[in-house]
């Protein structure tokens, strides 16, 4: 069992890397099996966030309101992880959206992790569910605030103590970091028809654009046209 690590979670505006925002970030950094320092911090993003995702999250556009954008914070956040090892649950998820950001800030974010939801696949093969929540009710393990970036974090920590515990003797190779490999993919812009198109329906359904002509991305577009389609 690892006794130094960096657990963190995020919470975002979607699932997209390239097309969605990371709005929480937490984390802790644990030395000889101490939390010895945390990261918690709203991120403010450039788009109003849904109802949808306020639902899920349980973070307003009012508790951002005040927050540091993401490239003021993502400096502090690589500083704060340091040369450590990264776990979370679906830690590719989390990695995918910091190593964007990162690069968009000219950054590198270069990085051993290992993911508790490998290993729950691997261990647990007969669970229903392998989320955060359905393992830390088996393991009895208490999240106050599920959804929150930092209590996610820190139960992902307890959740990897406790896998480790029952199961690093039998295959240690599943809790060896790996190193993890993400390939940020081109955003393509949306082309003239989609914008064309865009526009006549946002015309025919009297809805006001919110979206820019000259920014939105070829699947953001796709999506818009599909819902005022439904509308």
Same mark, same amino acid.
Request: net charge neutral.
């Given at each position: 069992?690892?006794?130094?690590?960096? =657990?963190?979670?995020?919470?975002?505006?979607?699932?997209?890397?390239?097309?969605?925002?990371?709005?929480?970030?937490?984390?802790?950094?644990?030395?000889?099996?101490?939390?010895?320092?945390?990261?918690?911090?709203? @991120?403010?993003?450039?788009? #109003?966030?849904?109802?949808?995702?306020?639902?899920?999250?349980?973070?307003?556009?009012?508790?951002?309101?005040? =927050?540091?954008?993401? #490239?003021?914070?993502?400096?502090?956040? &690589?500083?704060?992880?340091?040369?450590?090892?990264?776990?979370?649950?679906?830690?590719?998820? +989390?990695?995918?959206? @910091?190593?964007? %950001?990162?690069?968009?800030?000219?950054?590198?974010?270069?990085?051993?992790?290992? +993911?508790?939801?490998?290993?729950?696949?691997?261990?647990?093969? +007969?669970?229903? %569910?392998? %989320?955060?929540?359905?393992?830390?009710? *088996?393991?009895? !393990?208490?999240?106050?605030?599920?959804?929150?970036? *930092?209590?996610?974090?820190?139960?992902?920590?307890?959740? *990897?103590?406790?896998?480790?515990?029952?199961?690093?003797?039998?295959?240690?190779? &599943?809790?060896? #970091?790996?190193?993890?490999?993400?390939? !940020?993919?081109? @955003?393509?812009?949306?082309?003239?028809?989609?914008?064309?198109?865009?526009?006549?329906?946002?015309?025919?359904?009297?809805?006001?654009?919110?979206?820019? #002509?000259?920014? !939105?991305?070829?699947?953001?577009?796709?999506?818009?046209?599909?819902?005022?389609?439904? =509308?």
């Amino acid at each position: 069992m690892l006794k130094s690590y960096i =657990a963190f979670d995020l919470e975002t505006t979607g699932l997209s890397p390239q097309e969605h925002e990371i709005i929480e970030i937490g984390a802790l950094k644990v030395r000889e099996g101490k939390v010895v320092e945390r990261f918690m911090e709203f @991120v403010h993003p450039n788009k #109003p966030i849904t109802p949808m995702i306020t639902n899920i999250t349980h973070i307003t556009n009012d508790m951002v309101a005040g =927050a540091r954008s993401c #490239p003021e914070i993502i400096h502090d956040f &690589l500083s704060f992880c340091e040369d450590d090892v990264l776990i979370g649950h679906n830690v590719m998820f +989390d990695y995918s959206f @910091v190593k964007c %950001s990162a690069v968009r800030e000219g950054l590198t974010f270069e990085k051993m992790g290992i +993911d508790t939801l490998k290993i729950a696949r691997k261990v647990h093969k +007969d669970f229903e %569910s392998k %989320s955060l929540g359905a393992l830390c009710d *088996y393991y009895h !393990i208490e999240n106050p605030a599920a959804h929150r970036a *930092y209590y996610d974090a820190l139960a992902t920590a307890k959740l *990897y103590q406790t896998l480790a515990h029952y199961f690093e003797n039998e295959d240690p190779s &599943l809790f060896k #970091p790996q190193q993890l490999t993400y390939k !940020i993919k081109k @955003v393509q812009p949306a082309t003239a028809k989609q914008v064309a198109l865009l526009q006549r329906l946002c015309s025919q359904k009297k809805k006001v654009p919110e979206w820019n #002509p000259d920014t !939105i991305t070829r699947s953001e577009a796709s999506r818009l046209i599909d819902t005022l389609l439904k =509308a």
